[in-house]
């Protein structure tokens, strides 16, 4: 079973995904992946190039704050070479900001949202990246509204420094494993009756 963590910037799906590689389970992560596809691919940097005309990090910043149509063009070249890739790699867990606005979702069978209110968010992507409040919130804004996400999403961990992450995960953990687990039982109910 392939499951997604999705949440936006600046909620913690890497400190989750960092809690999940403790327990063994390596997480596919879609950012780091664009980055490497776009260092090594070059048919991406081809098309990346033709598009944005230089491919250091400020000018594709600029390039994609500047419009959503700009957003959805490179999203158009690098998304199916990050999901192509994805699925090449025989890992079962995806991490995605954009979860459902790039499509990954259709790669996965369960999604779990990581959320954390709007101000824990804003400081630690503050932090972080070193950008003003009205860059963090600027970023925010490409992105789908927490609630919304929390609303399709299967589960949910809340990074909000007060709830116990660990065992959000062991939760989620558990309840996946009966997932499969119930899913095998039907699988070998219904190949029992087909004989």
Same mark, same amino acid.
């Given at each position: 079973?392939?499951?997604?963590?999705?949440?936006?910037?600046?909620?913690?799906?890497?400190?989750?995904?960092?809690?999940?590689?403790?327990?063994?389970?390596?997480?596919?992560?879609?950012?780091?992946?664009?980055?490497?596809?776009?260092?090594?691919?070059?048919?991406?940097?081809?098309?990346?190039?033709?598009?944005?005309?230089?491919?250091?990090?400020?000018?594709?910043?600029?390039?994609?704050?500047?419009?959503?149509?700009?957003?959805?063009?490179?999203?158009?070249?690098?998304?199916?070479?990050?999901?192509?890739?994805?699925?090449?790699?025989?890992?079962?867990?995806?991490?995605?900001?954009?979860?459902?606005?790039?499509?990954?979702?259709?790669?996965? !069978?369960? /999604?779990?949202?990581?959320?954390?209110? +709007?101000? $824990?968010?804003? %400081?630690?992507?503050?932090?972080?990246?070193? #950008?003003?409040?009205?860059?963090?919130?600027?970023?925010?804004?490409?992105?789908?509204?927490? !609630?919304? /996400?929390?609303?399709?999403?299967?589960? +949910?961990? $809340?990074?909000? %420094?007060?709830?116990?992450?660990?065992?959000? #995960?062991?939760?989620?953990?558990?309840?996946?494993?009966?997932?499969?687990?119930?899913?095998?039982?039907?699988?070998?109910?219904?190949?029992?009756?087909?004989?």
């Amino acid at each position: 079973m392939k499951t997604g963590i999705a949440g936006g910037i600046g909620s913690g799906k890497s400190y989750v995904a960092a809690r999940l590689a403790a327990r063994g389970i390596t997480v596919y992560d879609c950012d780091a992946a664009a980055k490497r596809l776009i260092r090594t691919s070059p048919e991406l940097r081809r098309q990346l190039t033709e598009l944005i005309g230089s491919l250091d990090k400020a000018a594709i910043s600029r390039f994609l704050l500047a419009s959503e149509e700009n957003q959805r063009a490179i999203n158009a070249i690098v998304h199916p070479a990050v999901f192509a890739d994805f699925l090449e790699s025989g890992l079962d867990w995806l991490e995605s900001a954009i979860m459902y606005e790039s499509g990954a979702d259709r790669y996965v !069978d369960r /999604v779990v949202v990581v959320t954390a209110p +709007e101000e $824990v968010r804003i %400081g630690r992507v503050m932090r972080r990246d070193g #950008i003003s409040r009205e860059q963090a919130l600027q970023w925010m804004a490409r992105q789908w509204p927490q !609630d919304k /996400v929390r609303q399709l999403a299967d589960y +949910e961990i $809340v990074n909000d %420094g007060q709830q116990d992450i660990d065992k959000q #995960i062991d939760d989620i953990i558990r309840s996946l494993s009966r997932s499969i687990e119930t899913s095998k039982h039907r699988n070998t109910e219904t190949s029992k009756h087909r004989k």
